[in-house]
């Protein structure tokens, strides 16, 4: 079982940036994939980007060019950078990991921070 812990949600302008921290209780190059979903009020949760142990990323169109995802494997940590954050990115941000097991695949969440972008 892969425990995450999400950090650095916050208040921040439209146009500002803002980095999200997600640590894990162990090594990530364990896992197949890192990624970060968020959800925001009424709506699904929806992938914004993730990115492999080969390195292999991939972004939501909306957040292309703005967002960059990124790993640190000796501090287990996965970042997600975010600039020119818009309104429509208000939402809680989740660290999820993923793990092939066989023919299945575990999905690890950790418990989401919030993110606000004001206009």
């Known amino acids: 079982q892969v425990q995450l812990v999400e950090s650095g949600g916050g208040l921040v302008q439209a146009g500002g940036s803002l980095r999200l921290s997600c640590a894990a209780s162990?090594?990530?190059?364990?896992?197949?994939?890192m990624g970060w979903y968020r959800q925001a009020p009424g709506k699904q949760r929806e992938l914004v980007a993730t990115?492999?142990?080969?390195?292999?990323?991939n972004y939501v169109d909306s957040v292309k060019g703005r967002f960059t995802i990124s790993r640190d494997d000796a501090k287990n940590e996965v970042y997600l950078q975010m600039n020119s954050l818009k309104p429509e990115d208000t939402a809680v941000y989740y660290c999820?990991?993923?793990?092939?097991?066989?023919?299945?695949?575990?999905?690890?969440w950790g418990q989401g921070t919030q993110v606000t972008v004001t206009v």
């Open positions: 999820n990991a993923q793990r092939r097991i066989l023919w299945t695949v575990a999905n690890y």
């Open positions: 162990e090594s990530i190059t364990s896992v197949n994939a």
């Open positions: 990115m492999t142990t080969t390195g292999n990323t």
